[in-house]
């Protein structure tokens, strides 16, 4: 073995007995909080000598602490209810310290598999699981807001880096949040439909349908910068049928003509901007609502004849 090589593994036997050593004195002195920070920091600093090393020995004792604190801080954020003021409390704070040493310790990590695990469970499960465990009691449409927020934050993020993993997983998350959208719409229809309490006074102008097309159009504009075409296709299908939705809620006691002829115009509406992008799919289910459409309004028509 050439001398340079021999010195190398020597610092790295030092180092690793020095790591194990301080790891057990720390679990021997300390204990809750102040043992998981300094073992977070002490796995991100060994990560860094093993990279100076090039020691694969350092790399996977470094990687294996910071497991156990994943362990720790998945029962943490998926187990454990809020207490205290939200988000500004000292447990958030501290949980939102281990997430950003888990998000350093997968760009410092050489292994694919590690860092994108990490970059999923630190940079997006973790922080969606800590907000709804802060802001699920305090208000639903403030947590839907802050979720679309985030997926924002980490689209862009994954458009500067060019990170596929974050892209992709961040397409998940905008699949999911607008079909929670969907559900939100449908839920609200059904209580109109069973409620008669439950009625939009000024249509259209209000607070709900304000928020709701505020998350349609970030996700919408959100589509324009999906690669998946299975993903684009999902998010604007699924915008359009919550936009039905919305016009069916808004605009149900004025009459089913009224939402028919409303449904007509979206149709319009979408031809016309699927002509000028080319986007035949959207072309296509143009079609379909205003096909569907007229053969309602002559149903409803004729009804109204021989009725």
Not at 110 to 120: E, G, H, P, V, W
Not at 190 to 195: A, K, M, R, T, V
Request: hydrophobic share 65%.
């Amino acid at each position: 073995m050439p001398r340079s090589n021999l010195k190398k593994s020597l610092h790295g036997i030092y180092v690793l007995n020095f790591s194990v050593f301080i790891m057990f004195g720390l679990i021997i002195l300390l204990e809750g909080k102040i043992l998981i920070a300094l073992l977070a920091l002490k796995s991100l600093l060994m990560l860094l000598i093993a990279d100076k090393l090039d020691d694969e020995a350092i790399n996977l004792l470094a990687n294996f602490i910071f497991f156990l604190i994943l362990l720790w801080m998945i029962n943490r954020v998926f187990f454990i209810e809020a207490r205290g003021l939200v988000i500004l409390n000292r447990r958030t704070l501290f949980d939102f310290f281990i997430i950003i040493a888990g998000i350093l310790l997968a760009i410092l990590n050489k292994s694919r598999l590690i860092k994108y695990s990490y970059k999923l469970f630190f940079g997006q499960i973790a922080i969606f699981a800590l907000l709804w465990r802060d802001l699920s009691q305090v208000s639903y449409q403030l947590l839907l807001s802050v979720f679309i927020l985030v997926a924002v934050i980490s689209k862009i993020i994954a458009l500067r880096t060019k990170d596929k993993a974050l892209k992709l997983s961040t397409d998940f998350v905008l699949c999911i949040l607008s079909l929670v959208i969907f559900i939100r719409v449908l839920i609200m229809i059904g209580f109109q439909l069973l409620s008669s309490g439950f009625i939009v006074r000024v249509p259209f102008l209000n607070l709900t349908t304000a928020i709701d097309l505020f998350f349609i159009s970030v996700i919408l504009i959100i589509s324009l910068f999906v690669d998946a075409e299975k993903v684009l296709v999902f998010l604007q299908s699924i915008s359009i049928l919550i936009i039905f939705g919305i016009l069916f809620r808004e605009l149900y006691y004025f009459g089913f003509l009224a939402i028919v002829v409303a449904w007509f115009l979206e149709g319009i509406l979408i031809f016309v901007l699927a002509n000028r992008r080319k986007i035949n799919y959207l072309k296509f289910q143009s079609y379909l609502i205003i096909l569907a459409s007229i053969l309602l309004m002559i149903f409803k028509i004729i009804n109204l004849v021989f009725s």
